[in-house]
């Protein structure tokens, strides 16, 4: 029985979104963060530790490891960090290293993209046919979709930071991304979804979520058995495979490494799902909503299977945020299915409070660059300097004209469209995408410098190198972090060692936490700080043998 969609859309409806447009806004989500800083704390600093042992040959290739202390999953992303290093030998490394994430996540957004266009190309997924005709056509109306799920995908506040580092989480991603586009391309492109699904899964596995591949793959053949697409149905020895191959490359890279955690806050779980997911994950909840009678039709079964396993993850994991990333391109294409249910009213408030939140954040970022420059007025600057010790502010032309250019982008975006009533789907996320743009570009241009000062651990070894001699090559660092050993590494120099005793290490220089006991056998020189630790509870001690 062939129920009525709850899509009602019109010709005008399907608008397609301007393509020069939609990249640079691609382009301005994409590109700031990659120059300028350094690898920030923690994970970000973790992964580009693994990436520089790797490229300095401090570690092997099949084994990175951190001041002796060997990465946990798999190898693979890391591998793309240590190539594009040696390969761009003129680049900064940490320039280096970002340059094939900002690809990884430029293929997230194109994946997600054709992953929903295909599925807004079934036949359960169209609006309902007018009487006299005039309703949308089908490739317009998936191109609209599409966009909309692009957009949804980019406003989502859990990608803004997680999908401009440097982890694996970004690379499994890209590979749930890719294996939803196999899923959704199998009834209109074998051949190319059955290499996508043969890649996704070994590449999920090999960045260290191997569960998560088992689980969307089991999914995957379940969903295509009970599929009445052949194409489809003849996927499924295809996903055997990958589930065969995704299996191999954990044993290979010792990637079975469980990290389910025994206690679950289930206050601290809604509040990250709330902020997290927002605004795709309210509109993927009202897409299950209005379109419950289709509840088992293949555009809504294939991006909730891809959701669900994430959520289970997240949820054995502790709520874990790097966990819960894997949902969103699943919640960004639910989130398109709900574009053609709004009604007029939901999208106005939805546009008024994009315009008051982010015009009112940009403001806020211009006032404190304006007073980092200028001091007036006095008391951002008073604040930043209160907040990170010994931090002074510079200037960028180039950052500030990047400014000037996003700030007039979104006040045009603005003036679009509050002028008079849009009928595109896409519309009423438009604003969104674009705020969340406007505030990651202004951060990254105008806040860099503080921010940058704030989150990276130079500061604390450059503080650590004046207390020391310049001959000192050895620096034992026991039972420190990885991101402080990764920095230790990277900004001090030093080889660290990271493993074993300080009684037994050939060092003559060493660091422990702050508030430890001093070895016996070695001496105190000097406490230092991080420039925004007030407590100097995460402060290292420098010690020396006598």
């Not at 939609?22 to 994409?30: F, R």
């Not at 506040?157 to 391309?185: D, F, N």
């Not at 379109?291 to 891809?306: D, K, N, Q």
């Not at 510079?394 to 250019?405: G, H, P, T, V």
Request: hydrophobic letters at 55%.
């Amino acid at each position: 029985m062939n129920l009525p969609t709850p899509a009602i859309v019109a010709e005008r409806g399907v608008e397609r979104l301007p393509r020069l447009a939609l990249l640079l806004l691609c382009a301005a989500y994409v590109l700031p963060g990659i120059f300028g800083r350094a690898p920030w704390r923690n994970a970000d600093l973790t992964s580009f530790g693994f990436m520089a042992s790797i490229a300095q040959g401090h570690a092997p290739w099949w084994q990175p490891a951190i001041a002796g202390i060997p990465a946990e999953g798999g190898p693979l992303p890391y591998w793309l960090g240590a190539l594009a290093i040696k390969a761009l030998p003129f680049l900064d490394a940490p320039v280096a290293a970002r340059l094939p994430y900002a690809f990884v996540l430029v293929g997230v957004l194109v994946a997600v993209w054709y992953a929903c266009f295909h599925l807004a190309r079934t036949d359960a997924a169209q609006p309902v046919a007018f009487a006299f005709g005039g309703e949308a056509q089908a490739v317009d109306y998936a191109r609209a979709l599409a966009d909309g799920a692009l957009l949804a995908l980019m406003a989502s506040l859990g990608l803004l930071q997680l999908g401009h580092e440097t982890t694996p989480e970004l690379v499994q991603l890209l590979a749930v991304s890719v294996y939803l586009y196999g899923l959704a391309a199998a009834p209109y492109r074998r051949r190319r979804s059955r290499l996508a699904v043969l890649l996704a899964l070994p590449v999920l596995a090999a960045s260290g979520a191997p569960a998560v591949a088992c689980g969307l793959g089991l999914l995957g053949v379940l969903l295509n058995h009970r599929s009445s697409y052949g194409d489809a149905k003849g996927q499924r020895v295809w996903l055997l495979g990958a589930l065969t191959l995704a299996v191999l490359a954990a044993w290979a890279f010792n990637g079975w490494a469980w990290r389910v955690r025994a206690t679950l806050d289930v206050a601290s779980l809604l509040s990250l799902l709330a902020w997290f997911c927002w605004p795709a994950g309210p509109l993927a909840l009202w897409t299950l909503w209005r379109w419950r009678r289709h509840g088992l039709r293949r555009h809504i079964t294939v991006p909730a299977i891809a959701l669900l396993v994430p959520l289970v993850a997240c949820v054995a994991m502790d709520g874990s945020e790097r966990a819960l990333l894997l949902a969103l391109p699943s919640l960004a294409i639910l989130a398109a299915f709900a574009l053609p249910t709004l009604s007029r009213g939901f999208s106005a408030a939805v546009d008024w409070f994009s315009v008051f939140f982010f015009s009112a954040a940009a403001l806020f970022f211009w006032l404190y660059y304006l007073s980092m420059q200028t001091g007036w007025p006095a008391r951002p600057l008073a604040n930043l300097q209160r907040l990170a010790e010994g931090f002074e502010p510079s200037f960028s032309l180039l950052a500030l004209l990047f400014a000037l250019a996003a700030t007039a982008a979104w006040l045009a975006l603005v003036r679009w469209r509050t002028a008079r009533h849009r009928h595109a789907l896409w519309k009423s996320l438009a604003l969104p995408a674009g705020g969340v743009a406007l505030g990651w570009l202004l951060v990254t241009s105008l806040l860099l410098p503080p921010l940058d000062y704030a989150r990276s651990l130079a500061p604390l070894v450059g503080r650590l190198k004046a207390r020391m001699p310049a001959q000192v090559s050895c620096l034992a660092a026991s039972g420190q972090s990885l991101p402080t050993l990764a920095a230790l590494e990277w900004h001090g120099g030093w080889r660290v060692e990271g493993r074993g005793m300080l009684a037994t290490t050939p060092c003559s220089y060493a660091v422990i936490s702050a508030g430890q006991p001093t070895p016996q056998g070695w001496q105190v020189i000097a406490q230092v700080t991080r420039p925004t630790d007030r407590s100097g509870s995460a402060g290292l001690v420098l010690l020396k043998r006598p």
